[in-house]
Each structure stands twice: as structure tokens, then as C-alpha cells.
């Protein structure tokens, strides 16, 4: 167990549709990224917060948003789904949101959360 | 911008025996680290292993070791006394040292999907 926690498990929705995942970073952690998984794109990062702001965008849809609140949990909002956006989200924390230790900097994921697009 | 390469799509060992994984990467940076996270069939991303690349000493974990090759740009891993558990995607995945707080996102590489057979 990571310490790392995300709700729901698992999504269904239908197309067009609007979803919500959770996402928990290990106690002490400042920092949470959002990854994609999926079969034809791999493992690609998305966005960072670091202390509620946001820190760095990688491959995010405009459809696609996140936040992290003051109590440091973050929330990723995906809007107007699409098939193709049935993939696997991983959330992952660590310490500092980089420039520190290796031990510092390293991350630590959640369980993921599938969501299916139908 | 860096790659990470993971030119093995899949490997085979048997029980208690040793398999090496390899993973090369691309980058101008000095300053990184480098990991292995292995994915079992439960879909959890678990860190194996990391590195620094300032540390010209291999990482060790346990069964877990890599070869760190600066100069030639390669990181494997070697498992040792492999074991049933062990069956799962393994990752090798880059981040370069934010300094000054810049962001530390993880690069993948396609992954590596070890079975152990007994």
C-alpha cells in the first residue's frame, strides 16, 4: 500500500458525460500528478499541483481539468468523454514537486482508477 | 526532449532463476534520476528501485539491481532468485532534477512484461 488513495475504482459512463476522480496523496506529501495509461498512448503524464497551485500541464485535453484543494487532495474533472478517453488514471505523490532529494522527489502512485467510456 | 526506450516487449524465466531488463534513455540533462516500477496484474504502479545519476554506485533493492551506464545512456535491471510474484509490466521511467522547484514528471518507456514460469 502506497498510502496513495483514489475513488472510484471504476467508471462507466456513457459518451458526452462528465466525471469526477478523487485522488488522496500520502500523508506529508505536497505534491499530486495525474498519468494516463492507456493501449495505444502508454503512460503519459498530464498535470501537477504542488501546495494547491498548479505546477506543470503535460499532455491535458482542454476538456480535461484539475484542482487541488487546501486539504491537498485533487480532483480530476474529465468533461464531453470520448471513447477514447477509456483509460486507466493514475494519481501520484510525492514530498517536493522537484529540485529536492531523490528521496524527496520520488512518486508514489494510487490504485488507479478505470474509467470506460461506452 | 527525453525518451526513454524499453526495447524488450516481453521476457520469460523461470523460478529462482536471474533475468536482467533493459531500458535505454535519451536526454541532455546531467542532473536525473531514473526508476523501475513494476505494474502487476492488480494494475498497481509499485516502485522497484531508483537512482541517481549523480551516484556512480548501482542501486541495489533486495533481488532488485540495476547497471547504471552514464556514458552510454543504459539502465537495466537484474532480478535475482526470481519468484512467482514477480510477474508483471515493468517500467523504466525518467525524471529530470527540477531545479528550482521546476516540475519532476515521470517519462516512460513502453514497458517490459516479465513472466516467471514455475
Known amino acids: 500500500d502506497s498510502g496513495v488513495t483514489q475513488t472510484p475504482k471504476h467508471l462507466i459512463t456513457a459518451t458526452g458525460q462528465r466525471v469526477t476522480l478523487r485522488c488522496s496523496p500520502r500523508?506529508?506529501?505536497?505534491?499530486v500528478y495525474w498519468y494516463q495509461q492507456s493501449l495505444d498512448q502508454g503512460l503519459q503524464f498530464l498535470i501537477q499541483y504542488y501546495n494547491g497551485e498548479e505546477r506543470a500541464k503535460g499532455n491535458i485535453l482542454e476538456r480535461f481539468s484539475a484542482q487541488q484543494f487546501p486539504d491537498l487532495h485533487s480532483e480530476l474533472n474529465l468533461s464531453s468523454l470520448e471513447l477514447g478517453d477509456s483509460a486507466l488514471y493514475f494519481c501520484?505523490?510525492?514530498?517536493?514537486?522537484?529540485?529536492?532529494?531523490?528521496?524527496?522527489?520520488?512518486?508514489?502512485f494510487g490504485p488507479g482508477t478505470r474509467l470506460t467510456v461506452l | 526532449a527525453q525518451t526513454v526506450t524499453q526495447s524488450q516487449p516481453e521476457m520469460s524465466v523461470q523460478e529462482a532463476e536471474t533475468v536482467t531488463l533493459s531500458c535505454t534513455y535519451d536526454t541532455s540533462e546531467s542532473n536525473y534520476y531514473l526508476f523501475w516500477y513494476k505494474q502487476p496484474p492488480s494494475r498497481q504502479m509499485i516502485l522497484v528501485i531508483r537512482?541517481?545519476?549523480?551516484?556512480?554506485q548501482n542501486a541495489t533493492e533486495n533481488r532488485f539491481s540495476v547497471n547504471f551506464q552514464k556514458a552510454a545512456k543504459s539502465f537495466s535491471l537484474k532480478i535475482s532468485d526470481s519468484q512467482l510474484g514477480d510477474t508483471a509490466m515493468y517500467f523504466c521511467?525518467?525524471?529530470?532534477?527540477?531545479?528550482?522547484?521546476?516540475?519532476?514528471?515521470?517519462?516512460f518507456g513502453t514497458g517490459t512484461l516479465l513472466a516467471v514460469q514455475p
Open positions: 537512482q541517481e545519476a549523480y551516484k556512480q
Open positions: 521511467a525518467f525524471m529530470k532534477h527540477g531545479y528550482g522547484g521546476a516540475t519532476n514528471k515521470l517519462i
Open positions: 501520484a505523490s510525492s514530498v517536493a514537486p522537484g529540485g529536492g532529494t531523490s528521496i524527496t522527489d520520488t512518486q508514489y
Open positions: 500523508s506529508g506529501d505536497l505534491s
